[in-house]
Every structure is written in structure tokens, then in C-alpha cells.
Nanobody, 119 residues
């Protein structure tokens, strides 16, 4: 089992940047695929990005590709989401999640961190 804690959210102007962190507990962090998702008020949860166990494979949602970068440091049990060129439509609660089977089924979720982008 793994516990996830997100941080780094906040208020930023359009065009600005933020870096989110997802810190995990447990000694087997490197065995999990980690994903980032977001949910805006009144909208469905949206896939943002995911990174493989080794960090060599990264996937991005269409709306963030080219602006967001995911990375991980297994020695620090942390995954990062660097968000650049932020837009008001990026405003949402951002969640990180862990997939232990590599099947894109995320069994463990953090509590979320709010990102607000002002125009």
C-alpha cells in the first residue's frame, strides 16, 4: 500500500508556472506507475499525465501536451508535474494516483491540491 500527498498548488496568473509534487510513503514507490488527474467544478475528472516505474515512459493528455512535464525521483519517493504556460482552463483540483499493476487502474489517490489560474 502507498499513501500519496500532493503539494505545490496555488494561485497564478495566466502564462505563469507551477510545480506540483506528489510525495509517497512506502519502500516500494518505484513499483508504481504514477498518474496526475484533475477535476474542475462541474466537470468530469480528466487525465493529465502519467509516468512509468522507471520514468522512461511518459504520457500526457491532449490539453496539456507541450506545456506540462512529468518526472519522478524514486530516491525521494516523489513525482513532479511542471506546469508552464498555464491557462485559466487549467484551474482544477489536481490529484496524483498510483497504479501498482501497470493496467491504468489507479487504486491509491492523494487528497488533491488546488490550482487556480487567473486571466
Amino acid at each position: 500500500q502507498v499513501q500519496l500527498v500532493e503539494s505545490g498548488g496555488g494561485l497564478v496568473q495566466a502564462g505563469g508556472s507551477l510545480r506540483l509534487s506528489c510525495a509517497a510513503s512506502g519502500r516500494t514507490f518505484s513499483s508504481y506507475v504514477i498518474g496526475w488527474f484533475r477535476q474542475a467544478p462541474g466537470k468530469e475528472r480528466e487525465f493529465v499525465s502519467a509516468i512509468s516505474r522507471s520514468g522512461n515512459t511518459k504520457n500526457y493528455g491532449f490539453s496539456v501536451k507541450g506545456r506540462f512535464t512529468i518526472s519522478r525521483d524514486n530516491a525521494k519517493n516523489t513525482v513532479y508535474l511542471q506546469m508552464n504556460s498555464l491557462k485559466p482552463e487549467d484551474t482544477a483540483v489536481y490529484y496524483c494516483a498510483a497504479d501498482d499493476a501497470g493496467t491504468s487502474v489507479y487504486d491509491y489517490w492523494g487528497q488533491g491540491t488546488q490550482v487556480t489560474v487567473s486571466s
